[in-house]
């Protein structure tokens, strides 16, 4: 092969590796898109209660209550 052959044969085959990539990478996003959209739809459970708050704790007064003179 002469010099402009090898070129075009070198960029065939990146072109043709660079497509394979892509490719996968596209298929991946696809696949992960697929799954998130299932597992939110399958969390639309109307049987299910949202979070609820059952306790607060400040930690400023955590704090103080462990030291009777509030200083450590």
Known sequence: LNLLG????????????????IETVVD???TLIDET?????????PNV???KILAEFDKDK????KSPSGSN
């Open 62 to 65: 955590d704090k103080d209550t």
């Open 28 to 30: 991946g996003a696809a």
């Open 6 to 21: 090898k070129a075009v044969y070198v960029s065939g085959h990146v072109a043709r590796v660079a497509g394979t990539v």
């Open 37 to 45: 959209q299932k597992a939110f739809l399958s969390g639309l459970d």
């Open 49 to 51: 209660e949202d979070a």
